[in-house]
């Protein structure tokens, strides 16, 4: 059975909420919850590796390291995506878990805007592997989106895409009262 995504206008942009592959939708870029090292790991980065090449692993080896809540853009490889925006954030309860969060948000927004991205696909921020609270993940992800796209931003969309039903419901309420 098919999930109905949930979609809301916010100033001149559009932001939806929706069940899906993230690494397998066509849009400008994605952003992948990365480590420091932004080696690519397991789960979706290694859907990443394996579906978009080498040529992303050996641009990310030249682009260092990052801190907790930074975010860098590299090519996508052979992905529909034109770009992966890697952004660092909290992991496993550490402390100042939601300014990190909220840091990280507006640290991915703001490479995807100089990059001039117009769609951009998030996952649920941190709420998997790293277990960042999924409710907290929802609230955070679309205060910080809604206060994005009400400013300055030359984005058309953004996309909140949900790997399974469980994350869907986390943030129906979220985008509801939007």
Do not use: W
């Not at 952003?31 to 290694?46: H, I, K, M, N, P």
């Not at 996952?123 to 609230?139: E, I, N, S």
């Amino acid at each position: 059975m098919a999930i109905e995504p949930i979609e809301r206008k916010l100033g001149r942009a559009f932001v939806r909420l929706q069940c899906g592959d993230l690494t397998s939708l066509e849009v400008d870029a994605f952003v992948f919850y990365a480590r420091q090292d932004l080696a690519l790991g397991s789960g979706f980065g290694t859907a990443i590796q394996v579906r978009g090449g080498d040529s992303i692993k050996k641009e990310l080896e030249k682009l260092g390291r990052l801190q907790v809540g930074e975010a860098v853009v590299s090519g996508a490889g052979k992905l529909n995506a034109k770009f992966i925006v890697h952004a660092c954030g909290p992991k496993f309860q550490e402390p100042d878990t939601e300014a990190k969060l909220r840091q990280t948000m507006a640290s991915a927004l703001r490479a995807a805007e100089e990059k001039e991205i117009k769609t951009l696909a998030f996952p649920p921020m941190g709420a998997g592997f790293y277990g960042v609270p999924l409710a907290d993940c929802a609230r955070i992800m679309v205060e910080s989106i809604k206060g994005h796209l009400r400013g300055q931003t030359g984005m058309d969309e953004i996309i909140i895409c949900a790997a399974d039903q469980r994350e869907f419901e986390a943030f129906r309420p979220v985008m509801e009262a939007l």
